[in-house]
C-alpha cells in the first residue's frame, strides 16, 4: 500500500492558478492510475482528472478541461494537478488517489480508487 500526502492547496480569487502536488511513498508502479478528486461541502465526491500510470493517457471531468492539467515526474513517485482560471465553484477539499486494481471503467469511479490522501483544501474567491 502507498501513502500518498497532498501540498500546494490554498485561497486564490478567480482566475488564478494552483499548482497541487501529491507524493507517494512506496511501490507506485503497480497501480493502474492515480488521480485528482474533489469534495465540496454538502456534495458528493467527484473525480477530476486521471492519469494512467507510467503513461501520458489522461482523463478530465468536462468542467475542467482546457484549464486544469494532470501530470507525473519520471518516477512516477509525484502526482501533480496544474490548475488555472480558477472559479469559486472549484472551490473543495481536493484528494489524491491511487488505484491498485486493473484499469477500468467509468474512470472517475471514486470507489475503485484504494488508496487516499488526507486532502489539501483550495479555496477560490469570487
Known amino acids: 500500500q502507498v501513502q500518498l500526502v497532498e501540498s500546494g492547496g490554498g485561497s486564490v480569487q478567480a482566475g488564478g492558478s494552483l499548482r497541487l502536488a501529491c507524493a507517494a511513498s512506496g511501490y507506485i508502479a503497480g497501480y493502474s492510475r492515480m488521480g485528482w478528486f474533489r469534495q465540496a461541502p454538502g456534495k458528493e465526491r467527484e473525480g477530476v482528472a486521471i492519469?494512467?500510470?507510467?503513461?501520458?493517457?489522461?482523463y478530465y471531468r468536462d468542467s475542467v478541461k482546457g484549464r486544469f492539467s494532470i501530470s507525473q515526474d519520471k518516477t512516477g513517485h509525484t502526482l501533480y494537478l496544474q490548475m488555472n482560471s480558477l472559479k469559486p465553484e472549484d472551490t473543495a477539499m481536493y484528494y489524491c488517489a491511487a488505484d491498485s486494481g486493473i484499469f477500468r471503467v467509468p474512470v472517475f469511479r471514486w470507489a475503485d480508487f484504494d488508496n487516499w490522501g488526507q486532502g489539501t483544501q483550495v479555496t477560490v474567491s469570487s
Open positions: 492519469i494512467v500510470t507510467g503513461s501520458t493517457v489522461t
